[in-house]
């Protein structure tokens, strides 16, 4: 079919007095058909609406009587043709089928066009300069990516400037408050200016519910780090994620443009976390260019950013339980044993947690997300559980004991071997990880659950412990002759 585009080139190629067989080839179309179009009407005003139908419509006889009522009925517009053609096929078995879907389809949206109620009208906003970025977290699991071979499931957390259409992406854990300080301050200082709203969905990291209005308003952190860069919050309605459109769509953009450029790559995999954002910024940055001419102009109305960042951490000072054992923010953290009973400062940052004792930074940690409500060290407890190996059979976190696979097939080998005892010989196992190397005693447990032949303690000890060094003999030398060194002297000087 020739279109409208077409024809128009064919016609200015003429007029610039090029051959009808070069004019044709630039159009796209043969000879023939261009001496058709090379005057009159265009296409699309030769072609006639069709307002009659070809085929009888199968619809016709229960349209009135059955399907028109329920229309009537749906004022909020819900009825789908895959419904109403289901039940049209239980009241007249044989009569309909699913082949018949398109025809009402076409049906039911003539009919509301006509009849049916208003549907619900989006209005195109005008982005003045400098005025308004929008944010909002977004899964990445869709991509597939991983981190040494391993699923990396993964947000994006997204800062666009409205106007300009510059962005900044972080990756993230989970949708924390940390996280979203983090990524706000990390795009602002990267900017290098402040715009005067950002706007965001009802962001459980930033927002918390009213008990008597059942609204949602800023929490207090959150709120404070807004006014230390003097910037004003917007907020959606709740569950109307359109009205965050320029964040939503520009989920959309990143993960196509990751996605083609992974495929490019030839690979999903990244050797580290580091090196998959590094590609992510890359990608980003491609894009960013796009927009500086519109970003240049942006500039010169964003405000100055204040002297410093707030910091990114969140404070929390608990005292570590007679199980070593601190809470912080609703997640189980073990710490080292000699804290126990002491209080501690915990700075919860958005991937990690620091423990700090007097100022000193005594231990740093993976912070838990998700369904993850534990993070038990063994190293941390062993050494009393060593002691006390009874309490292993029973210990409320047991299942954090097993390092590797290979650590949870060897108690279970051991419980097969030496019954009550396997408890005492696998906590001695554990404190040897603890105290030398463990991958070393999971290399040792590997080898012998393959050979298949009992063991205890004592052979993963022989078989893991590095070598005790040996000290060479004293070596007798005697007193040097100094007549060596001078004639050594002597014949350099010749």
Known sequence: MVTDQQVRRLRQKIM????????????GMSVRTARTWQRGPLPSEKRRDRYWRTRPDPFAEVWAEEIEPLLQRDLDGVMRATTILEWLEE?????????????????????????????????????????????????????????AGEPFPHLFFEFILSYSGWRFVDLAMGETLEALV????????????????????????????????????????YGAVLDHYDIRATTTNVNAPHENGVAEQAHYRLKSAIHQELVIRGSRDFPTVKAYLAFVREVVNRRNRRAEPKLSVERRYLRPLPPAPVPEYTTYRPRVSKWSIIRVAQKTYTVPARLKGLEVEVRQYADHLEVYYKGRLVEEMERLHGGNDANINYRHIVHSLVRKPGAFARYRFREHLFPTQNFRLAYEALCRWRGERADVEYVRILHLAATTVESEVDRALSLLLES???????????????????????????????????????????
């Open 16 to 27: 610039e007095r090029k051959k009808q067989e070069a004019a044709a080839a630039a159009a």
């Open 91 to 147: 009241r007249y078995p044989g009569r309909f089928n699913q082949g018949q879907i398109r025809s009402l389809q076409r049906r039911l949206r003539d009919w509301r066009a006509i009849h049916g109620p208003d549907r619900e009208v989006f209005f195109p906003q005008e982005h003045p300069p400098g005025r308004e970025a929008q944010l909002d977290f977004t899964h990445g699991q869709e991509l597939k990516v991983t981190i």
């Open 182 to 221: 983090k990524g706000l301050q990390g795009s602002l200082w990267e900017l290098g200016g402040v715009p005067q709203v950002v706007r965001s969905d009802n962001l459980s990291a930033a927002t918390h519910e009213l008990k008597n209005s059942r609204g949602r308003a800023l929490s207090e952190r």
């Open 452 to 494: 298949a032949v009992a063991f205890d303690y004592l052979k993963v000890r022989d078989l893991a412990a590095p070598l005790t060094p040996q000290v060479p003999e004293l070596i007798s030398l005697g007193i040097p002759d100094l007549k060596v060194y001078d004639a050594l002297l002597t014949g350099g000087v010749r």
